[in-house]
């Protein structure tokens, strides 16, 4: 057997594991959430996005599905109802401040908060073996930026509860500090990002314009940059940078206003976004999000999964 052949067995395994996973589902979880439960998903018209929102509705609980773009969130919405699942759809730009402004407001004066975020909007310019970082900047400002914007939106309309809110960051593999080919080569910074005691919103920004700004004058090559996918590595790096800060901010709320944030990998999966090439369908890229989502293990925070494991940053 060529490497190329056990490639495809241990792929081929650890789909049937993943099966076995969704036949047993959230079997380790004590149920808190209701049909009163309010789940948010940006990015749900399609893909892992709808997905989520399909199996977050399918356990009852009451799904507000947001899209950048009218006509297609409203049929992907249309599309969930006729199946007879509590979900609506509101119009969300992620990047635009004042469409989430107008998306929170709408969200306060209609149910008055929200007990789950699930941040799933995004892009990817790079498919197949292509590193093209032409579109660098709007990668980062939807990815890193967009979900970020969200974070500081949704995080003051969270319900008091004596389970906590959850917020569920869709990211990546390909942001790992320490992979293999897509490490940050400027060890002293790369410390810094992996240090939560000194972890800052300030150092994640200003490395992400850092590698804007060299990409917009051509010296990002020379940066010590991550060697493939780029511009996407470094908008997942940020974002999961941001999920280990947030954690270490939100961990001293009190007793019922708790809030868990965590990322998690989907896998490559087979959406729009990979041109199709992925291994993996929606419905599995989507389960560990939504098992994140429904964790009842509150000591869960500032955590990077995959497959329903976590995996290091």
């Known amino acids: 057997m060529n490497k190329k052949e056990r490639s495809k ?8 594991e993943i099966s076995l996973l969704r036949t047993i589902p959230y079997s380790d979880h004590q149920k808190w959430w209701s049909s009163d439960t309010t789940a ?19 356990q009852g609980l009451t799904v ?18 006729e199946g007879g699942l509590n979900v609506v759809f509101h119009q969300l730009d992620v990047v635009d401040l004042s469409s989430v402004k107008l998306f929170a407001d709408w969200v306060q004066q209609n149910y008055g908060g929200i007990d789950i975020l699930v941040n799933n ?9 292509e590193n093209s970082v032409e579109f660098a900047e709007q990668v980062i400002v939807t990815n890193y930026f967009g979900t970020k914007n969200m974070i500081k939106a949704m995080i003051p309309l969270v319900r008091p509860s004596a389970s906590g809110a959850r917020i569920v960051n869709v990211s990546s593999r390909l942001g790992r500090l320490n992979g293999r080919r897509n490490r940050i080569g400027d060890i002293t910074l790369r410390q810094q990002l992996e240090d939560v005691d000194t972890l800052s ?20 090559t020379a940066g010590g940059w991550p060697q493939t996918y780029t511009d996407y590595s470094m908008s997942k790096l940020a974002v999961n940078a941001y999920t280990r800060l947030m954690a270490k901010m939100l961990s001293d709320r009190p007793e019922g206003q708790k809030v868990h944030i965590n990322c998690y990998c989907p896998g490559w999966v087979k959406t729009a ?12 890229g989507a389960d560990t999000g939504v098992w994140l989502a429904l964790l009842s293990d509150q000591s869960v925070s500032g955590k990077f999964f995959a497959e329903r494991r976590e995996i290091n940053f």
Do not use: C, Y
């Open 9 to 16: 067995e241990r792929r081929e395994k650890r789909r049937e």
């Open 40 to 58: 948010v998903v940006t990015g749900a018209n399609r893909g892992i996005g709808f997905e989520i929102a399909h199996q977050l509705a399918l």
């Open 64 to 81: 507000i599905l947001t899209s950048r773009d009218n006509a297609v969130g409203e049929e992907a919405t249309k599309v969930l109802q």
């Open 121 to 129: 909007a995004g892009i990817n310019f790079n498919q197949g073996s």
């Open 201 to 220: 919103e300030e150092l994640i920004d200003r490395t992400v314009n850092k590698f804007v700004e060299q990409v917009k004058d051509g010296s990002w």
């Open 273 to 284: 976004m990979t041109g199709w090439e992925g291994h993996t369908s929606p419905e599995e």
